[in-house]
C-alpha cells in the first residue's frame, strides 16, 4: 500500500489547516477555530439562536443554539489512540449540552443538534423565555420575522406550566426618533446594544435592572438617534424594537423581497425592497462583505416614499407655448417632437446633461445619443460632499465610476459650469436633461437661467423646477423600477432589479434613450434592443473594462470589474477585525 492510502482522516485534514467533525452522524471537514453554529450553518443545519449573529462579537446569553456534543475518550497513559475501519475515533458523548456559538470545531469532535437531549434542552430555555413574555402575537409589527414566534412552534410545548402574575415592563417607548421599544417582548440578546457599541461606536443603549426585571434601556439625557438606530430593528430577533416608519403598515407576509441596491450614494449598499402590488413599504439592508456587511444608513433605508409620491409623472406632457400649462401628449408624438426641436436648435447649440444616477446601460445610450446629435457638449452633475466614515461615501453619486467608463466623465468634471455658462451667453439655445433637476444646489442652475432656453427637454420620474419649466417632459422610471446595472465607487459592477412596474405610462429610461436615438436614424442594433440585458452585452463588446461580464455573472453580489483605490471604511474595519 502506498502512503497516500495510509493517511488517516485527521492527517488529511491537517494538511489542509482543517479538523473533522461529526454532525448528526455525518462527517465533514471544517477549518480550524470555526465556531460549531458556523460549522452547522455551513452544511445546512440551522441552529436556532437569539443572541448570535455572525457580524458582532460573542454574547453567548440566549442559550438557544445549545447542541450535544461528544470527544473521543482520552486515552491510558502509554496506550495509543485508538481509530475504527474509517479511520476516526469512538465518540464519548457528554452528558450535558453546550453553546454551539461560543465553541470552536475540534479533531473529531461529534454535535447532535437534534438528539433527544438537545430538543429538551431547548424546549426549556423555551419554557424560560416564554414565563413573562406578552402574548400579544397578534398585535405584534414582528408577527411573520419573530424567531421567538417560529421557535416556539419548532421546539416549544403547547401550553404553559406558569401560573403566576407575569413581569410588567416599559411598553411603546419612545426612545430614538426613528425606533419605538417594547421592554416586555424583548429576549435580552443583547444585539442591539453590541451593535451600537461595537459597530455604530454609539454606546447608548445598556441593559439595566437585575433578574426578572432586566432590560434594555437608553442611557439618561440621551436618545436613539443615530444614522445607524434602524439596523437594531433589523436585528432584533422579536418585536421589543420597531420602526417607527414600517409600524403596523402590512404584514410582512404579504410583502415580496427584490434584492436591488441603493442609489442614494457610491457606496451602492446591497438591499431588498419591500412591496406590495406596485407600492414600496419598506427597504432593508441585504448582506454583502464586500460592500456594506449587514448595515444601511437610516437616511437612505427611508429615501424611498417619492416612489409612490404624487408627484410622479404618468404620461408625457408638452407645451407649445411659452407660459401655456403642460397638456398630455402621446409617446410618438412626444419622441417625433423632441427629435424635430433638437434638430431644429442645431448641434452646435445643443447640449446633454446626463446624470451618475443612471445606470450603464443608459450612461451607454446617451452616448450614442450624443454622436446621433454631432454634439460633444455633454456633463453630469456631481454630487461631492464629506462621507461618514461608516457607509456613507462622499460620492452622492451611485454611478460615477460607471459615468467616468462609458462617457469619460468624472466627479471633477468641469464640463457643467461651461455648459450653464453658455445658457447664460446665449451660445447654449437647447437642452436635454437626463434624470437631473439643475435647480438643485449642487448644479447651480436656476429657472431664470432655464428660462432664456430656446428649447428644454427632460427625462424624469417625478415634477420638479427643471420639469415645469421644460417645453416636453418624458416621464422615466425609479430605481425600484428597472433592471440595469451601477458600478459603485470601488469599482464593483452591481445589479438593479425590478421590485414594481412603471407607473403609469412611464418607460424605462433605457427604452426612451432607445427611442430617441431611433429617431435620429440608428442601425437596427440600437432601434431593436428589448432589453438592459440586451445592452450590457453591447457595452461588453465596446468596452475593454466590461469583459467577460454577464448579467448572471455579476449575481446578487455584483462582481469586482476595475480597481478605484476607493475603500469602504466600515468594510475595512471589519476586514481587520476577522483577521485579528
Avoid at 402590488?277 to 437610516?298: A, H, K, L, Y
Avoid at 448579467?551 to 476577522?578: N, Y
Wanted: hydrophobic content about 35%; overall charge neutral.
Amino acid at each position: 500500500m502506498s502512503e497516500e492510502t495510509l493517511k488517516l482522516p485527521k492527517d488529511i485534514a491537517a494538511e489542509q489547516g482543517k479538523v473533522n467533525v461529526q454532525i448528526n452522524g455525518t462527517w465533514y471537514m471544517f477549518p480550524r477555530g470555526m465556531r460549531i453554529i458556523e460549522a452547522c450553518q455551513s452544511v445546512g443545519i440551522y441552529v436556532p439562536r437569539f443572541c448570535y449573529h455572525p457580524k458582532l462579537v460573542i454574547s453567548g446569553s440566549c442559550r438557544m443554539c445549545l447542541v450535544e456534543q461528544g470527544m473521543p475518550p482520552r486515552p491510558a497513559p502509554g496506550q495509543a489512540p485508538q481509530y475504527n475501519a474509517d479511520g476516526y475515533q469512538t465518540i464519548q458523548w457528554m452528558p450535558r449540552p453546550i453553546i454551539s456559538c461560543a465553541n470552536t470545531v475540534a479533531e473529531n469532535m461529534g454535535i447532535k443538534t437534534d438528539s433527544p437531549l438537545a430538543r429538551e434542552v431547548r424546549r426549556g430555555v423555551l419554557e424560560f423565555y416564554l414565563t413573562n413574555h406578552p402574548l400579544d402575537c397578534p398585535i405584534c409589527d414582528q408577527a411573520g420575522e419573530c424567531r421567538l414566534q417560529e421557535f416556539s412552534s419548532d421546539y416549544g410545548q403547547p401550553t404553559s406550566r406558569f401560573t403566576e402574575m407575569k413581569t410588567k415592563k416599559g411598553k411603546d417607548l419612545e426612545i430614538g426618533p426613528r425606533v419605538n421599544l417594547d421592554q416586555e417582548r424583548c429576549v435580552l440578546c443583547g444585539r442591539c446594544v453590541r451593535f451600537m457599541r461595537d459597530v455604530a461606536g454609539d454606546e447608548v443603549l445598556s441593559m439595566s435592572q437585575r433578574g426578572t426585571h432586566n432590560a434594555i434601556t437608553i442611557f439618561p439625557g440621551r436618545q436613539l438617534d443615530s444614522n445607524y438606530s434602524l439596523n437594531t430593528v433589523d436585528l432584533c430577533p422579536v418585536g421589543a424594537l420597531t420602526s417607527k416608519d414600517f409600524r403596523f403598515k402590512m404584514r410582512v407576509w404579504f410583502l415580496k423581497s427584490t434584492p436591488t441596491i441603493d442609489v442614494n450614494c457610491g457606496t451602492g449598499t446591497n438591499i431588498n425592497v419591500w412591496s406590495r402590488g406596485n407600492e414600496v413599504f419598506r427597504i432593508t439592508p441585504r448582506q454583502n462583505d464586500e460592500v456594506n456587511s449587514c448595515w444601511m444608513p437610516d437616511s437612505h433605508r427611508l429615501n424611498y416614499k417619492y416612489i409612490n409620491s404624487d408627484q410622479r409623472i404618468p404620461q408625457p406632457v408638452i407645451r407649445t407655448d411659452a407660459g401655456a400649462p403642460h397638456r398630455h401628449t402621446t409617446w410618438e408624438s412626444a419622441i417625433a417632437s423632441t427629435a424635430e426641436s433638437i434638430r431644429r436648435v442645431g448641434a452646435g447649440k445643443m447640449a446633454i446633461i446626463a446624470s451618475a444616477r443612471m445606470t450603464n446601460e443608459e450612461l451607454y445610450l446617451t452616448r450614442k445619443l450624443t454622436d446621433l446629435i454631432s454634439t460633444t457638449t455633454l456633463a453630469i452633475v456631481p454630487r461631492m460632499g464629506k462621507g461618514d466614515d461608516m457607509l456613507i461615501s462622499p460620492d452622492g453619486n451611485p454611478n460615477t465610476t460607471g459615468a467616468g467608463l462609458l462617457l469619460g466623465l468624472t466627479k471633477s468634471s468641469k464640463k457643467l459650469p461651461s455648459i450653464i455658462e453658455g445658457i447664460r451667453n446665449g451660445t447654449i439655445k437647447g437642452l436635454l436633461v437626463l434624470g437631473e433637476d439643475l435647480t438643485e444646489a449642487t448644479a447651480g442652475c436656476t429657472e431664470d437661467d432655464l428660462a432664456k432656453l430656446d428649447y428644454l427637454a427632460v427625462v424624469t420620474h417625478s415634477a420638479n423646477p427643471t420639469a415645469k419649466n421644460a417645453d416636453i417632459v418624458l416621464p422615466g422610471v425609479t430605481f425600484a423600477e428597472k433592471f440595469g446595472t451601477m458600478i459603485n465607487t470601488t469599482g464593483r459592477i452591481q445589479r438593479l432589479n425590478r421590485a414594481i412596474m412603471p407607473q403609469g405610462q412611464a418607460r424605462d429610461d433605457w427604452q426612451i434613450l432607445r427611442d430617441l436615438c431611433t429617431a435620429f436614424g440608428a442601425d437596427e442594433t440600437i432601434s431593436k434592443l428589448s432589453s438592459s440585458q440586451e445592452i450590457l452585452q453591447l457595452i461588453v463588446g465596446e468596452c475593454p473594462e466590461f469583459e467577460g461580464v454577464t448579467w448572471g455573472a455579476i449575481g446578487d453580489q455584483g462582481k469586482q470589474l476595475i480597481e478605484t483605490g476607493v475603500t469602504i471604511p466600515l468594510i475595512e474595519r471589519e476586514k481587520a477585525s476577522r483577521g485579528r
